[in-house]
């Protein structure tokens, strides 16, 4: 998932809210999810995609895995139907609505779904024929139906060149892997993020150029990579170095990023990306402020006025994940990012003001945290401020910020620990 940093929601809480909710763990009740494998960039046969990643588990929108967006959820169940929750003032949720829900609702019409993404603000399904569907904010055009109208029901995404196989969407972009290896995106295009040479947004769906055997795909706030061929690839915004190429210059064609062996899968925050390889291992380059890249990097404190500027220790290039091992699903946030790992644990680094690590704490951290009480995990996905995981039982648990209702019934107004999302 992701967000651009100028749209971000800033939440100014009174001291007597800023308390977060720290729930019991007791067990959901029975999820609505299916069984399958896991992911968080999203997979296709042979690979994977979208704001997350994946091997042979399900990707990012595979039946029984949940994504995220600003501050929405969505859960694709085994009948193929959609239940969102969260933030809803675009239609995001896709009920025909623009009421927010705490409650997850079903997405409107939409049967035969086979995977989805959440954007910063839309959504994105794909269906059983291999067409696309989204819905929520339009206003650069990321819904890909031809027109910049919002949406609160799933429309068609029109004139898309072939039949999608994965899906992903960004800040306001959205993105797809063709059947036949290459990529197509569509919506804002300032920095380049749809790749196809020119900065001219688009509605409808454009070819990212010269990408051809594309396994995973991921979408951030205003970048894009992907696994191509072999390689890791990233296109548009790069200020903080999140295109992985060594430089910090935009790019509207993709770029290989340096030093990746096996790539199996990509994930993209807001300003960062992250690549699971084959053995496991996790490493992530672009914006460190918040210890996004998991690299154990010293953080300066809050600034004072009158401080020097602080250090730069955002990175250009990739850099391992220290301590995590065994990745099986990756997902970037706003400002951190989580992994599930082989043993069913998870781990968040980064951002965590609002105790979107789960870890207990609102400790902001440059090296990964076990999520605590949590095991038996298939699935993860970072948000804005919040993250949800689920588990081999396809229920779904969320911690973090819950202004909006993105925990689901029981999480208020935001927990540092797991909270049950009931009614999937």
């Known amino acids: 998932m992701t967000t651009r940093r100028s749209l971000r ?199 990212v150029s010269g990408l051809s055997g594309t396994t995973s795909i991921a979408a951030g706030d205003a970048h894009t990579c992907a696994v191509a061929a072999g390689a890791v690839k990233c296109w548009g915004a790069n200020v903080s170095g999140q295109l992985g190429d060594g430089t910090n210059g935009d790019a509207n064609v993709p770029r290989t990023v340096s030093g990746v062996a096996a790539p199996a899968a990509v994930t993209a925050g807001a300003s960062h990306s992250c690549v699971r390889t084959a053995g496991g291992l996790v490493q992530c380059w672009g914006e460190n402020i918040y210890g996004q890249l998991g690299d154990g990097a010293v953080l300066p404190p809050p600034p004072q006025e009158g401080d020097p500027p602080p250090p730069n220790i955002n990175s250009n290039v990739p850099r391992a994940v220290v301590g995590v091992t065994g990745a099986v699903a990756v997902d970037g946030g706003a400002d951190h990012t989580c992994a599930v790992l082989s043993d069913g644990t998870a781990q968040c680094w980064g951002r965590n003001d609002l105790g979107q690590l789960g870890d207990g704490l609102t400790t902001t951290r440059s090296t990964a945290a076990p999520v605590t009480y949590f095991a038996a995990g298939t699935s993860v996905a970072a948000g804005e401020a919040h993250s949800c995981a689920t588990r081999a039982v396809n229920q779904v648990w969320c911690w973090g910020d819950g202004a909006s209702g993105q925990l689901g019934p029981n999480g208020g107004v935001g927990s540092t620990i797991q909270i049950a999302v009931t009614g999937l």
């Open 9 to 207: 929601t800033v939440v100014v809480l009174a001291s007597a809210a800023v308390a977060l909710v720290v729930a019991a763990c007791a067990p959901a009740p029975g999820g609505g999810g299916g069984t399958g494998t896991t992911t968080t960039t999203s997979t296709v046969p042979g690979g994977s995609t979208t704001t997350t990643t994946t091997t042979s588990i399900p990707g990012a929108g595979v039946a029984g895995t949940v994504v995220a967006g600003r501050q929405h959820n969505c859960f694709l169940r085994t009948d193929g139907t959609v239940r969102c929750w969260g933030n809803n003032s675009f239609g995001q949720l896709g009920d025909g609505s623009t009421t927010s829900s705490a409650a997850p609702v079903p997405v409107s019409g939409l049967a035969g779904d086979t995977r989805n993404a959440a954007g910063g603000d839309h959504t994105s399904a794909i269906l059983t024929d291999q067409t696309v569907r989204c819905w929520g904010n339009n206003a650069s055009g990321q819904l890909g139906d031809g027109s910049t109208t919002n949406a609160s029901v799933p429309v068609a995404v029109f004139n898309l060149p072939g039949a999608a196989v994965d899906v992903t969407a960004g800040g306001s972009h959205t993105c797809v892997i063709r059947a036949t290896g290459g990529a197509s995106c569509w919506g804002d295009n300032f920095s380049g993020q749809l790749g196809t040479g020119s900065n001219t947004s688009a509605s409808t769906p454009r070819s």
